[in-house]
């Protein structure tokens, strides 16, 4: 049975305390509240009965609420219990998104290939859902002429607004001029997205293999007779 394979809590020798809940014979109450397997509340019982239904059910008794009065205690497959919290928190670090701000750097007079080059690193941050930091770099006489890169800042705006939005107004800073885009799109539904075509990819060529390996499986049996 569970029970007999569990030990009592040794006393704590200045070691750290442990996070872990409290099981079977290392809870410590006269009585607990009971939450049965199924979540059905059983009531107030002793322990020894509580730890009597957890040998008949074949499970462990969890202390889930060990502030309350008297403790809440439930009946459940703990090793279970601790592997499936386990692949949830490793899911939501998975799936968890983080705050990224790119920075493309542009010059008042670039020229339109530089600049379409540039505008494709920005629709690509964008779609990744992170925001992008961009920095008009003033030279020389350039810093007198500051409606240049105001007019090159709006004009990019202007090409990204179905992925992007002005989250943050030019403005100057020193020698340089400052713009920050959002994405209208969140990081979390850009990976979403990105992990689906990424399937979608695998998928393709999964079945292209299949196809090419079906077409050189009947080669290799030679023409049809009639």
């Known amino acids: 049975m569970r029970l007999s394979a569990r030990q009592p809590v040794s006393p704590n020798r200045?070691?750290?305390i442990s996070a872990e809940p409290r099981i079977n014979d290392r809870i410590r109450v006269p009585e607990v509240r009971l939450v049965g397997p199924s979540g059905?509340?059983?009531g107030i019982v002793p322990l020894a009965k509580a730890l009597e239904l957890a040998q008949e059910y074949d499970l462990d008794?969890?202390?889930v609420a060990a502030n309350a009065r008297p403790p809440v205690c439930k009946l459940m497959d703990y090793g279970k219990f601790k592997y499936e919290s386990a692949m949830k928190a490793r899911e939501a670090r998975k799936n968890q998104a983080h705050t990224v701000i790119k920075e493309m750097k542009l010059r008042p007079k670039i020229d339109p290939h530089d600049y379409?080059?540039?505008k494709g690193h920005v629709v690509r941050f964008l779609k990744q859902g992170d925001k992008v930091k961009i920095t008009i770099m003033f030279r020389g006489r350039e810093q007198s002429r500051p409606e240049l890169g105001f007019r090159l800042l709006q004009r990019l705006a202007s090409d990204v607004e179905d992925l992007g939005f002005i989250e943050s107004n030019p403005k100057q800073d020193g020698r340089n001029m400052i713009m920050v885009l959002g994405p209208h799109k969140k990081k979390t539904?850009?990976?979403?997205e990105a992990r689906e075509a990424q399937a979608a990819r695998k998928a393709v060529r999964q079945g292209a293999q299949a196809d090419t390996g079906e077409s050189a499986a009947q080669?290799?049996?030679?023409?049809a007779e009639a």
């Open 116 to 118: 379409d080059t540039k």
């Open 40 to 42: 059905e509340q059983v």
């Open 61 to 63: 008794l969890v202390e």
């Open 219 to 223: 080669a290799a049996e030679g023409p």
């Open 14 to 16: 200045g070691g750290s």
């Open 189 to 192: 539904e850009a990976m979403a």
